[in-house]
T-cell receptor, first 113, second 114 residues
Framework: GNSVTQMEGPVTLSEEAFLTINCTYT??????LFWYVQYPGEGLQLLLK?????DKGSNKGFEATYRKETTSFHLEKGSVQVSDSAVYFC????????????FGTGTRLLVSP | ETGVTQTPRHLVMGMTNKKSLKCEQH?????MYWYKQSAKKPLELMFV???????ENNSVPSRFSPECPNSSHLFLHLHTLQPEDSALYLC?????????????FGSGTRLTVV
């Protein structure tokens, strides 16, 4: 079945450091890919998405590129802030059946001043 | 304000109690979802409703009973729960079966079963 694999956390960085959170997927066909962010005590918020190969999603300084050849959608940010501390979820939307979202386990990011 | 409102935010219940979780959206979406989020586990999709019809039930125990009276409201009725059911329960909605714009999530209900 379809699945999403994320790097284990927590990822601990100092403010202004470069961030990469790895995400790879297994899917039939060509799914759409998403990154969601969950701040403490909140639900999930859509951060960015990409719907086809080589698309780059971006928002709030975060970027991710849909790489079909490596089945990856790694999340990057050039300079993190303390306020970026949260849990980040990679997800794919199936393109068959009900086309529901399939999530990874989430990666916790901790940014210190 | 995310557009999807869940109540209550926190709930503590005994194993013999009956309670209900409520989810409400006024985004004009026609699909709604219940997810369970437990520590160190992937988000688990529990139920999917499309146009008020349940289209998916992922082998959820019968002690969880969903209800979707209209496209704006979704309930999760709980009875005789177990301690391992303690988790964050998230409601989400989307427009269309394919959720082209992604899902909009509520803030969740933190459930503790004692």
């Amino acid at each position: 079945g379809n699945s999403v694999t994320q790097m284990e956390g927590p990822v601990t960085l100092s403010e202004e450091a470069f961030l990469t959170i790895n995400c790879t997927y297994t899917a039939t066909g060509y799914p759409s890919l998403f990154w969601y962010v969950q701040y403490p005590g909140e639900g999930l918020q859509l951060l960015l998405k990409a719907t086809k190969a080589d698309d780059k999603g971006s928002n709030k300084g975060f970027e991710a590129t849909y790489r079909k050849e490596t089945t990856s959608f790694h999340l990057e940010k050039g300079s993190v802030q303390v306020s970026d501390s949260a849990v980040y979820f990679c997800a794919l939307r199936e393109n068959t059946g009900f086309q529901k979202l399939v999530f990874g386990t989430g990666t916790r990011l901790l940014v210190s001043p | 304000e995310t557009g999807v409102t869940q109540t209550p935010r926190h709930l503590v219940m005994g194993m013999t109690n009956k309670k209900s979780l409520k989810c409400e959206q006024h985004l004009g979406h026609n699909a709604m979802y219940w997810y369970k989020q437990s520590a160190k586990k992937p988000l688990e999709l529990m139920f999917v409703y499309s146009l008020e019809e349940r289209v998916e039930n992922n082998s959820v125990p019968s002690r969880f009973s969903p209800e979707c009276p209209n496209s704006s409201h979704l309930f999760l009725h709980l009875h005789t729960l177990q301690p391992e059911d303690s988790a964050l329960y998230l409601c989400a909605s989307s427009q269309g079966r394919e959720g082209a714009g992604g899902y909009t999530f509520g803030s969740g209900t933190r459930l503790t079963v004692v």
